[in-house]
């Protein structure tokens, strides 16, 4: 009785994770890149206070 909804569990799983799996590096580039990019941002918008406060 156990082994037989397995079974037919087991095929239907790997259908969405391979619908998710091209979509999930590229969700995960975007967020990198907007993180990455945001904190440079920052930090040269702190480089530029700082530098104006002791100047």
């Known amino acids: 009785m156990y082994l037989i909804p397995t079974n ?3 095929p239907m799983n790997p ?3 391979l619908n998710t799996l091209p ?7 975007h967020l990198l890149h ?3 990019s945001a904190i440079i941002f920052f930090n040269l918008n ?3 206070i700082f530098y104006r406060l002791l100047l």
């Open 34 to 36: 907007n993180t990455l």
């Open 46 to 48: 702190l480089l530029h």
């Open 23 to 29: 979509m999930k590096p590229m969700l995960t580039r």
């Open 8 to 10: 037919k569990t087991r």
């Open 15 to 17: 259908q969405p994770l």
